[in-house]
Every structure is written in structure tokens, then in C-alpha cells.
């Protein structure tokens, strides 16, 4: 979830350098897009963390099960399939989640363990929290897990040390570099369209989540608070742009994005307040509209002939 307000940003400080990257050809035919879904309860949020400690965590009423059976019936009613980057600590909490998922044919990938951001952790409490959270949905879903997204899409330029962890605990592709400048997340000189990085130990694919490029600026349009509160015109745009370079956009979202009745949370700034509680109970109608619109599927569908889908491994 953004923890910075939803507004454009000019490209005007130093960029970044990124590794050697190698941007992907376009695929052929029709495009299909990528719907991704962050599996988290509105608890885990981020902007969240000052108002809801980690020990509470257990006792908070859940509200996940109802929104990701909204979400897996929009993708079967349009014979779609999704990516879904589950929470370790919902693995361990609701398995049948998990083998729901996997049993609907959709990709179970990662999104860690405890839902820190990476700029929070060392590269030891990094590659701790991803490895248990590929451990555990491996265990559930019963096939390689390949796919990473960080909390918040918080890998910024000086946390790149995080891809090379990624591919040396077996992850194949990464979506978690927004090429967009945020405080806290972003790597604003990243490309837009799916590309290799060469890390140090080995080739990782890089899937951002969509952006549009107007008068200079590069805009969100993937998901999450923007798509609640900014004109469905803007991601119909960016969609569409995406689909004519030859290239899936990547569609985030949260479960409770679509859950108006989720208690709310006392004392949380009203920029907060906004961010995390408005347009909830027109995200479902609008991501209807998208898929009426557009052909949507997962991550390693698209990928899966380049990326080396190994049998799970032994533990
Ligand atoms: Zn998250």
C-alpha cells in the first residue's frame, strides 16, 4: 500500500544507478495483463504500522476470506487468471486461502513473511523473511514459488542489494520496482515495461507495476489507493498503452480494497484516512469495468517460457 500521497512527481533529481538491465522483447498477439493481488488483512497496511503493533495482530478481526472470494469469482466469471502475492503470515494462519488459490489454477507468490519494508530490514532479516514465506506457500500451494512483490514496493535504489537475495532463494521474477519517486518507495529511473536485471547472482525479471507517461511526468496507474481515487480513464489509458508497446500492465490489489465494512482503524491521520478508506466501495465495480475492457492473467503464465519453472524443490 502507498504510504505517500497519490500526486504526479517531475523527474528532476539525480537518477539512481541500476544494475544491468536488458529491457524483454514485446510478446505476440493479443496482450493479456497481469492482475496481481497483494494478500494481506487492512492490519498489515504499511501506513498501518504505528497504529496496529504486530502483537495485535492475532486478536484483530479478520476480513480476508469474504473479499478473496469476491476477487477469485471475478477472475473465474471472466476466465481470467491472477497472481497472487500472499502473506507468509497468512499462509501459517489460513492455509485453505493458499490451496484455494492454487486450486483455482492462479499463481501463489510471495510478498514476505511479516510485512516489513525492505527498507526496515537488514540483508539478513530480508533474505530470513522471504525464504520462510517461499517455504510456506511451496508447502501449501505445492509448486515453485518464483515471484516476489515487497511490502509498499518498498526495494529503492539503495536497497538493490535485495535482488540479488531474491534470485539466490530461488525467486525468478520480481514486481516491486515502481518506476515512480515516493518517499519511501519507487526507483523512479526503473523502466516501464517488463526487463531482465543482471544481479550477482544471476539473471531476475523485473514486472513494474503500469505507469503513464504525460507532458514528462510518469503517473501510477497499476492500482491500490490511485485506482480508488483517480479518473478509471487514467488506467484505461495506461492499459491500453501498455497492451500497444507489446507488453502486459501489471494491476495491484489489496483484498480489503473491497471491503467498505472493514472496521476502521482509530486515530490514523486523515491523509491516511483517505488513502486506506476512500472509493473502497467502488474499487470491485471498477475493476469490473477493466476486465470487460481488457484480457488479464498471471505473472508466470505470461513468463513461464522464459523464466525456468523448476519442480518444487525437496526440503
Ligand atoms: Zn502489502
Known sequence: MASSSPASHTD???????????????LTGTVAHH?????EEYFHVSAMEPHIRVAEWDGMESRLEPSMDRLLGLLDAHNAKGTFFVLGWIARKYPHIVRAIADGGHEVASHGTMHQRVTMLTPRQFRDDIREARQLLEDLAGESVIGYRAPSFSITADRLWALDILVEEGYQYDSSLFPIRRAGYGLRNGLRDPYWISTAAGPLLEVPPTTLRR????????????FRLFPLGIFRRAFQETGERGHPGTFYIHPWEIDPDQPRVAGIPLTTRIR??????????RMERMFFEFRFTSIRENYGSVLTLSARPER
Open 215 to 226: 507532458a514528462g511526468q510518469t503517473l501510477p496507474a497499476a492500482g491500490g489507493a490511485y
Open 276 to 285: 486506506h478508506y476512500g472509493g473502497l466501495g467502488r474499487t470491485f465495480s
Open 12 to 26: 528532476t533529481a539525480v537518477a539512481p544507478a541500476l544494475p544491468v538491465v536488458t529491457p524483454l522483447s514485446p
Open 35 to 39: 492482475f496481481t493481488v497483494d494478500v
